[in-house]
């Protein structure tokens, strides 16, 4: 979905087809949006769901399964010491099983989605859906269980025969009134975390919401009248939690199909009867919203009319939440009056009300203290850091998705995004601790950034090397040069390493076209150095940069205006910068071409002296472990000498990474096998790096395959010297096979984390950025930037 917001003074609705999906111009509080939605058809989710593997959920074993040893380890005879270890404490099935991991997401059909009744058996679709979602959001295992028994006694009963192979069990679309007596006999029979996500998912979320749209509205909760339309599963609970957040019983309107549920009505469940109001002049719905401050729809589509809002008081709530069709349309919503703040349960507009924003990270936090329950404790605590975190600052891949630069909080934006990646951290952390507060933890966690690191590295969101690589940079900020400050993405960078505490950012370029990019970005440049390399009061600098380089460059045919007029260029002016101590590292490459930055480093700053060519990587970390791959974007077509080079260059690169170096030099064939071409220059530096380096794990030529597959290579080439060894560093005898290998890989392992490009042997630390880099990606080279810029210095002084 898109959407493209442009400016506007007319309030229409047009709607047309274009190309398979459906377009839609709503013109609504001066503005237009485009909102542009997938057309779902039944032929695209029948195929979704049915090509390659049915279903959408597979089970993948976390364990070595080759060889007869695991088999033997993982079944029998092996398989009876942790069993027998779990019969003396029964605790230790969280220790070596995937119990602590493990949730049952069980449904007997009764109430699935909008489909209403549809049998255990067709729903199961939707419990693989809420599997998948457990999983990608909160790294959490999932069985999906469907029970064909409507008899809430013996629902139960078969809930609790096998409840014991889970460490938690979440209850979905199961009817009203009967969920409400399962989910509480469960919580008395078991002791593990039982939660019915229809009623409690949307009441967490909601309640957020609520929490902050009466904070941007200026109201008191304690004070204000709602109107609850609807009394099913979810329309109860929710209630429940904003009385649990302070709203007075006594100021809510419930209405069910019937009408306004009041106190002398004889058809009232047990559930009902708790919110029945005494009031006597309400009968319903457009009697009950006039003057209210609050509505929340859990009910059916188009019952609530614009004449309902403009009747209620000022800046109304309006939580329209009946999906796929709401009680009212956004649009309808906002053209009723310019002051009231809306939600949906859809996606395409703003503060969906989306359980997904919940269930994972609540059944993370309690499943990663051993949880004995969800309790009230955990669900509010729940409720303040999703709440909280609309406060905050949004993260740039939110931005991304979504396609805009200014959610912040306020009218549009109060509601976190489902796709924020810090919901697993700040949530689950929350809930983690309530449980431990309120004594319902088997375990206590103590070091909750130790914790909080731990949940980012399980989802991939960072890996140990990143977070050491950002805390070593914490620790010696450097000043960075950013070349193309003007870049969105680039001064996003910039800002996001000042706030991690990982440099003093220095952005190049028009200073008033930095502020303004800042401004519509709503960026804080505060503490950020703005530097126009063109501007009049530059003109000592550009004078004693150009004459340093007339200098060293001299023989070459340089001039001092040459170079004088090289300094109106960023990568000049700002490897200068650097290259004269006026800054100690520079960041480059989202304009320019590598060819041209490539000779500008070559000229400024220069090789080490012990080399005769620089080059780059790119680091890898996969699940099967951390690569480093060179030289993936300097020496096209490098000879034995440069390959030579290369790799020592490798080799104190990745000790810099506080790794050992294995290192396979790539061809196309193995030891020797062709005797032209690239395997004879790779055959001659390997040759070369042997005789000089005899304690370095270097081997080839040879090919990938061989390198990686330890079995393999020592099985049919047991002379080499990697016997025995992983190698975690290939050099590739020329640059398009090193690009494509990392290129390659980065498109089919998108769970892989790529860090690079990295430079190797310049005289100063000047890095390079891809221009498809993300923000993440350039705070990464960043950070390794000032590292290197450490490093450097701590040299310079011995």
Not at 201 to 230: F, M, P, R
Request: charged fraction near 25%; charge should be neutral.
């Amino acid at each position: 979905m898109y959407i493209i917001t442009l400016q506007r003074y007319k309030k229409t609705k047009n709607s047309l087809s274009f190309n398979g999906f459906l377009l839609t111009l709503h013109y609504f509080r001066n503005e237009i949006n485009i909102i542009i939605m997938v057309k779902i058809t039944k032929e695209d989710a029948l195929a979704y769901h049915h090509n390659g593997r049915p279903g959408k959920i597979e089970v993948k074993p976390t364990k070595p399964y080759r060889t007869q040893t695991d088999l033997s380890l993982a079944y029998s005879p092996g398989v009876a010491y942790p069993c027998l270890e779990i019969q003396k404490n029964i605790d230790d099935a969280y220790k070596y099983t995937d119990k602590g991991n493990l949730v049952a997401v069980i449904s007997n059909g009764t109430a699935v989605l909008g489909l209403g009744d549809i049998g255990a058996t067709s729903g199961k679709p939707v419990m693989e859906g809420k599997g998948l979602l457990f999983k990608i959001y909160g790294g959490i295992d999932v069985f999906d269980i469907e029970i064909d028994e409507k008899d809430p006694e013996k629902f139960c009963e078969v809930v609790e025969k096998i409840a014991p192979t889970f460490g938690g069990i979440n209850l979905e679309d199961i009817k009203a009134p009967e969920c409400f007596y399962i989910e509480e006999r469960l919580k008395k029979t078991l002791d593990i975390p039982v939660m019915h996500d229809d009623q409690h998912g949307t009441a967490i979320i909601s309640a957020a919401g609520l929490k902050n749209a009466l904070e941007v509205a200026g109201k008191d909760i304690s004070k204000v009248k709602l109107v609850i339309n609807g009394a099913g599963a979810a329309a109860i609970s929710c209630t429940k939690l904003y009385v649990a957040l302070g709203a007075k019983v006594e100021n809510i309107v419930m209405l069910d199909s019937k009408g306004v549920i009041t106190i002398d009505r004889k058809d009232l469940t047990s559930q009902k009867k708790q919110f029945a109001t005494k009031r006597k002049d309400v009968h319903t719905l457009e009697e009950a919203i006039k003057g209210a401050d609050v509505f929340v729809g859990l009910s059916k589509g188009n019952i609530l009319t614009q004449d309902m809002i403009r009747s209620m008081a000022d800046s109304p709530i309006v939580f329209a939440l009946a999906n796929p069709v709401p009680e009212i349309s956004y649009e309808d919503a906002m053209a009723s009056r310019p002051d009231v703040l809306m939600s949906t349960g859809r996606s395409d507009y703003p503060n969906q009300i989306n359980n997904v924003i919940g269930f994972p990270y609540i059944f993370r936090g309690a499943l990663d203290v051993h949880a004995k329950a969800i309790n009230e404790e955990m669900k509010l605590a729940a409720v303040i850091a999703i709440a909280d975190l609309a406060k905050q600052p949004v993260p740039d891949v939110v931005n991304d998705v979504y396609r805009v630069n200014d959610l912040t909080f306020g009218p549009k934006y109060f509601i976190p995004k489902p796709v924020d990646p810090r919901l697993i951290t700040e949530v689950s952390a929350a809930v983690a601790k309530a449980a431990i507060e309120s004594g319902v933890a088997r375990k206590t966690i103590t070091d909750w950034d130790a914790y909080k690191k731990g949940l980012m590295q399980l989802l991939g969101q960072e890996t140990k090397l990143t977070r050491k690589l950002h805390d070593t940079a914490r620790l010696h900020p450097q000043r960075v040069v950013f070349a193309e400050g003007g870049h969105p993405t680039m001064m996003k960078a910039a800002v996001q390493a000042k706030l991690e505490g990982i440099c003093n950012p220095i952005l190049l370029g028009n200073v008033d076209r930095l502020k303004r990019l800042a401004q519509r970005l709503k960026l804080d440049l505060t503490g950020i150095e703005l530097i126009d390399m063109r501007a009049d009061q530059e003109q000592g600098r550009r004078a004693t940069f150009a004459k340093h380089l007339a200098e060293k460059l001299a023989r070459k045919g340089y001039t001092f205006e040459e170079a004088y007029d090289k300094m109106y260029e960023r990568n000049y002016f700002g490897m200068s910068m650097v290259d004269h101590g006026d800054a100690d590292a520079f960041i480059t490459g989202l304009y320019t071409k590598y060819s041209n930055t490539i000779k500008v480093a070559k000229e400024v700053v220069g090789i080490r002296p012990e080399y005769k060519t620089f080059a780059t990587m790119h680091i890898l970390n996969t699940k099967k472990g951390t690569y480093y791959i060179a030289d993936t974007l300097i020496n096209r077509h490098p000879d034995e000498n440069v390959l030579y080079d290369v790799a020592k260059l490798c080799k104190h690169s990745v000790k810099f990474f506080n790794d050992e170096p294995v290192m396979a030099m790539i061809s196309y064939s193995n030891f020797g096998t062709d005797e032209v071409g690239s395997p004879m220059k790779v055959h001659a530096a390997v040759e070369r790096l042997q005789q000089e380096y005899p304690d370095l794990a270097v081997d080839g030529e040879m090919q990938v395959n061989f390198a990686l597959d330890k079995e393999l290579r020592d099985d049919k080439y047991p002379f080499t010297r990697l016997k025995g060894k992983d190698v975690n560093t290939l050099v590739f005898p020329n640059m398009s096979s090193a690009n494509g290998c990392y290129k390659l890989l980065q498109a089919l392992a998108p769970e892989a984390e790529i860090i690079g490009p990295i430079q190797m042997g310049l005289n100063k630390p000047i890095h390079f950025t891809d221009f498809e880099c993300s923000v993440r990606d350039i705070v990464n080279i960043t950070a390794v930037a000032v590292i290197d810029a450490y490093v450097e210095k701590i040299k310079e002084k011995k």
